[in-house]
Nanobody, 116 residues
Framework: QVQLVESGGGLVQAGGSLTLSCAAS????????IGWYRQAPGKQREWVAR???????NYAEPVKGRFTISADNAKNTVSLQMNGLKPEDTAVYYC??????????WGQGTQVTVSS
């Protein structure tokens, strides 16, 4: 079992920045994959960024060059630094963990709203 708690969402103007944080209830060092998804109104949840085995980082095309994911293994947290925000980045952002036992865990989500 892994509990995930996100924080850091809010309202920002286009071009601005926000940093999301996800606190995990256990060590994330050995977790298979930890990362972020988002879901905009009326759309399916989509993957944003992830860290695989603590070493490999991937980004979805729409956020490449603007978002940065990082992990603090000592604090069991993963962050998403979002720069150059666009109105289309507006969504509920979810922290996600996938374990070696093929289990998936989600946080409760945090709202990010980007005004034009």
């Amino acid at each position: 079992q892994v509990q995930l708690v996100e924080s850091g969402g809010g309202l920002v103007q286009a071009g601005g920045s926000l940093t999301l944080s996800c606190a995990a209830s256990r060590s994330i060092v050995s977790i298979n994959t930890i990362g972020w998804y988002r879901q905009a109104p009326g759309k399916q949840r989509e993957w944003v960024a992830r860290i695989i085995r603590g070493a490999y980082i991937n980004y979805a095309e729409p956020v490449k060059g603007r978002f940065t994911i990082s992990a603090d293994n000592a604090k069991n947290t993963v962050s998403l630094q979002m720069n150059g925000l666009k109105p289309e980045d507006t969504a509920v952002y979810y922290c996600h963990v996938h374990t070696d036992q093929d289990n998936n865990y989600w946080g409760q989500g945090t709202q990010v709203t980007v005004s034009s």
